[in-house]
T-cell receptor, first 116, second 112 residues
Framework: KAGVTQTPRYLIKTRGQQVTLSCSPI?????VSWYQQTPGQGLQFLFE???????NKGNFPGRFSGRQFSNSRSEMNVSTLELGDSALYLC???????????????FGPGTRLTVL | AQSVTQPDIHITVSEGASLELRCNYS??????LFWYVQSPGQGLQLLLK??????LVQGIKGFEAEFKRSQSSFNLRKPSVHWSDAAEYFC??????????FGAGTTVTVRA
C-alpha cells in the first residue's frame, strides 16, 4: 500500500505570492493533518480534516487555509507569503473511522517551501 | 496546556552502546504519548505509543519506552544502537483539544 504522498517536494516562492501544497493520504484513510516544521518553532500543528470537514485548527493566521476533497486528498494554501513561512510542511493521515484525534498518524516526506 | 519537554538537544552515542532519550510530559490525566523518528529529508515515522495499560511499551526497530507517572516521564531506550539510528527523535502528546503537541526533538549522532 502506498504511503502518504506530498507534492511538490520542493518549492521556491517570493514574498507576497501564494502557494498550494497537495497531500494524498494512504488509501482508506479519512483524516488528514498538516504540520509546519521550522528550526526555530519546531513542529507545529496547522489543521486537521476529517471527511471533508476541518475538525481542528492550530494558532496560525488566516493566510493559512486548507481543504479536503471527497477522495480524502487535501490541499493547504498559504497566501501573501512571508519570509517566515519558509518551512517543511508535513502532511499526515490516519485510519480513524470516527474522529478522535488520537489515532496513529502516518507522515508524508513533506514539502520544503522556501520564500525569498 | 499539555506539553512535552525533551531536555537533550543532541546526544552522541557509540555504535553498539545503549541509548536513552528523555521526555517529560505535563498532563493531569493519563496522557496519550508517542515517540517519532525523523531521518534527514524524511517525514516522521512512529516508533511506539502509550495510551494505557502496561507501562513498558515495545516499538519498532528494537526501541522501547517506559511510562512513569510518578516522574511524568516517557523515556525512549534502545539496548544497542546501530549507525542507522542516527536521526532526530520527537516525543509527542495528544492534548485535551486533540492537537498533537511535539517536543523540540533530540538529534542522535552515532559514532563508529
Amino acid at each position: 500500500k502506498a504511503g502518504v504522498t506530498q507534492t511538490p517536494r520542493y518549492l521556491i516562492k517570493t514574498r507576497g505570492q501564494q502557494v498550494t501544497l497537495s497531500c494524498s493520504p494512504i488509501s482508506g484513510h479519512r483524516s488528514v493533518s498538516w504540520y509546519q516544521q521550522t528550526p526555530g518553532q519546531g513542529l507545529q500543528f496547522l489543521f486537521e480534516y476529517f471527511s471533508e470537514t476541518q475538525r481542528n485548527k492550530g494558532n496560525f493566521p488566516g493566510r493559512f487555509s486548507g481543504r479536503q476533497f471527497s477522495n480524502s486528498r487535501s490541499e493547504m494554501n498559504v497566501s501573501t507569503l512571508e519570509l517566515g513561512d519558509s518551512a517543511l510542511y508535513l502532511c499526515a493521515s490516519s485510519l480513524a473511522q470516527t474522529y478522535s484525534g488520537r489515532d496513529e498518524q502516518f507522515f508524508g516526506p513533506g514539502t520544503r517551501l522556501t520564500v525569498l | 496546556a499539555q506539553s512535552v519537554t525533551q531536555p537533550d538537544i543532541h546526544i552522541t552515542v557509540s555504535e553498539g552502546a545503549s541509548l536513552e532519550l528523555r521526555c517529560n510530559y505535563s498532563y493531569g490525566a493519563t496522557p496519550y504519548l508517542f515517540w517519532y523518528v525523523q531521518s534527514p529529508g524524511q517525514g516522521l515515522q512512529l516508533l511506539l505509543k502509550y495510551f494505557s495499560g502496561d507501562t513498558l511499551v515495545q516499538g519498532i526497530k528494537g526501541f522501547e519506552a517506559e511510562f512513569k507517572r510518578s516522574q511524568s516521564s516517557f523515556n525512549l531506550r534502545k539496548p544497542s544502537v546501530h549507525w542507522s539510528d542516527a536521526a532526530e527523535y520527537f516525543c509527542a502528546v495528544v492534548r485535551d483539544d486533540y492537537k498533537l503537541s511535539f517536543g523540540a526533538g533530540t538529534t542522535v549522532t552515532v559514532r563508529a
